[in-house]
């Protein structure tokens, strides 16, 4: 069933405009430059990556295209409309997956979905089955009547994303969504990940990890301190910079340095 489901969790008509298009997009905090004149588009039905160190900027720029943090600069719109004045507008077709685990540990696996679908003005039925589709695509649904705290971290961090996807976005932005899991895990969620991908998706992605942003992403750039060093097809970048992986091109641009 997982196969017809993912079929009608997504399915979108190709757009001429990028849906993403941010423009020299600055970000401060009084005296410190977060995101450094950051510009990029993303087209329909691509999978972007935005890598970079600690405290590079990724977070800071992924917060200003769903609209939680406003501009300091520059320009940003999102299918075609200006963050601005319609993010109202924008936020709706949105899916968000944050870093951190904030599921309401106080209802069932299912009722995290369906009281989620109530925020985007969803019809109970509508949010009924679309939470069908979405534990069925996931590997859910024998968990759908269990607290969140019986869910291992895998099982948590895919119903984060299935949350992300309850009012069937046409833009998913995911926040380093692997970090903390193992690597069978991991490998699973890619999976679904590209299928969602192939389905008409449009997908933002920030990680740390290289051999994700290598498997997944048509595109990515890797910033540092607020700006961007460089953008192309992961493997383009491996030719260019004379690296044997994503992470030699990492490490030459950024530094072998720790960061806090």
């Not at 291992?152 to 996807?165: D, E, F, H, K, N």
């Not at 995911?174 to 903390?180: I, K, M």
């Not at 449009?202 to 994700?212: G, N, S």
Request: with cysteine; proline share 3%; hydrophobic share 40%.
């Amino acid at each position: 069933m997982a196969d017809s489901a993912i079929k009608t969790i997504n399915r979108r008509i190709k757009v001429s405009y990028p849906i993403i298009e941010a423009a020299d997009v600055r970000k401060t905090y009084g005296a410190f430059t977060a995101v450094d004149g950051v510009s990029f588009s993303v087209t329909h039905g691509e999978l972007f990556g935005i890598l970079g160190p600690n405290g590079a900027g990724k977070t800071s720029t992924i917060r200003m295209i769903y609209g939680y943090s406003p501009l300091s600069g520059g320009s940003l719109r999102v299918f075609g409309s200006d963050i601005e004045s319609a993010w109202r507008t924008i936020r709706a077709k949105l899916g968000v997956c944050h870093q951190e685990n904030n599921l309401d540990t106080e209802m069932s696996v299912r009722q995290n979905l369906e009281v989620f679908a109530g925020f985007f003005g969803m019809p109970r039925r509508e949010a009924a089955e679309s939470a069908t589709r979405l534990l069925d695509f996931f590997g859910l649904t024998h968990k759908e009547s269990a607290q969140v705290n019986e869910l291992s971290g895998g099982m948590m961090r895919r119903l984060v994303i299935a949350r992300a996807l309850i009012n069937n976005p046409e833009l998913l932005i995911l926040d380093e969504p692997t970090t903390g899991l193992d690597p069978q895990t991991r490998h699973q969620l890619w999976d679904k990940l590209a299928q969602l991908k192939q389905s008409g998706v449009t997908i933002l992605l920030t990680t740390h990890y290289m051999e994700e942003a290598a498997r997944l992403c048509d595109r990515l750039i890797i910033i540092d301190h607020g700006r961007i060093l460089v953008e192309g097809h992961p493997r383009e970048l491996i030719e260019r910079f004379g690296g044997e992986t994503l992470e030699d091109v990492f490490l030459i641009l950024t530094g072998r340095e720790l960061r806090d």
